[in-house]
């Protein structure tokens, strides 16, 4: 076990299953399949596994094209991981709408989807302007019948969530947000081992609010804490790691315990997934006091202090908090 760049820990986690399956493909766009250790150690899934296997020299610059292939060779039962760039993700929603998140439905489970779909974000910082610094678009992907979606918010979630992922029968969108990637990382261990799909994770343990939010609002949120704590108020934080299936026990009983929520989400205002976390804890804790905090719905600029001053971020988060806490 050992510090390991974000990267570098889910191209680790790809690669051992990989090497498992013979026939697993992981095809990427824009993204090359290498990282470094900070030894110096290079992963390098292309020159490992090949042209046949990954994407390399030759392939299209096409979304649609490369989802296509994924969503054919999962109707015939091989394992792909298939990564996205960010500013793209659009392209290949139809057939993961029509085909990915229906096919094992469709069949009576009789045909799996053993794919993993992996869909870079961007982050809410300036300098991208909104082509750039779309986040959210989980909440997209949440209404499609037959997906589940992860949202892991540091390496050790990542690996543990990609091996899982590719393990599961079910089609899987692997949300990887930049912005978590660039923080402290917990160690890693070198063996494969998966962080349940579904289940989310209470960060810190309080009594007086229950504070929720999931990659890449985790940023922000672990920032707040310290503030918090300081201000004497008992904040009960949970990460929740997956957006599909949601682990709605795991909110009720924190929210049971504290009477409160506020959610945190990067993503827009109008039907982004904090609206459904707050109505699932407003459904199974009546009474609770219940809000959220959400980028507006408007278009993220590039100058860094007009899209900080839109962003949740940790002041915000202090405020917002203070006042259902005192107020």
């Known amino acids: 076990m050992s510090k390991k760049p974000y990267r570098y820990a889910v191209l680790e986690a790809v690669a051992n299953e990989m090497r498992k399956d013979s026939t697993m493909c992981y095809f990427y766009e824009y993204e090359s399949p290498i990282a470094t250790l900070p030894t110096g150690e290079v992963l390098n899934l292309w020159k490992e596994f090949g042209n046949v296997r990954t994407s390399a020299q030759g392939w299209p610059l096409d ?10 060779l999962g109707i015939a039962g091989v394992k792909v991981v298939a990564e996205i760039p960010s500013m793209t993700t659009v392209f290949p929603f139809e057939q993961i709408f029509n085909q990915v998140g229906n096919l094992r439905m469709m069949t009576g489970g009789q045909g799996n989807m053993p794919v993993v779909i992996w869909i870079d974000g961007a982050a809410r910082a300036g300098g ?14 949440a209404v499609i019948p ?12 990542a690996a543990g969530l990609m091996t899982a992922a590719i393990r599961d029968p079910d089609p899987v969108i692997f949300c990887d947000y930049a912005e978590v990637a660039s923080g402290d990382q917990p160690d890693v261990p070198d063996q494969p081992y998966e962080v349940p799909i579904g289940q989310a994770v209470v960060r810190q343990e309080g009594k007086d609010i229950t504070l929720i939010a999931w990659a890449p609002a985790t940023v922000d949120a672990q920032k707040a804490m310290a503030d918090l704590t300081k201000a004497g108020i008992s904040v009960e934080y949970i990460d929740l790691r ?3 299936p949601l682990d709605e026990d795991t909110i009720a009983t924190s929210v049971k315990k504290t009477g ?6 990067h993503g827009y205002w109008t039907n982004g997934f904090s609206a459904n976390v707050a109505a699932v804890a407003a459904q199974r804790v009546p009474g609770a006091k219940v809000a959220r905090i959400t980028f507006p719905d408007a ?17 915000k988060i202090v405020d917002a908090v203070t006042k259902m806490v005192k107020g």
């Open 63 to 72: 979304e649609a094209w490369y989802i296509g292939v994924t969503t054919g």
């Open 128 to 141: 991208s302007a909104q082509q750039h610094s779309q986040v959210g678009w989980e909440a997209m992907y």
């Open 146 to 157: 037959g997906l589940k979606i992860v949202a892991p918010s540091n390496a050790y979630d």
């Open 242 to 244: 997956t957006i599909k």
């Open 260 to 265: 409160k929520l506020l959610v945190v989400d």
């Open 299 to 315: 278009a993220g600029p590039a100058s860094r202090e007009m899209i900080g001053w839109m962003r949740p971020d940790a002041p």
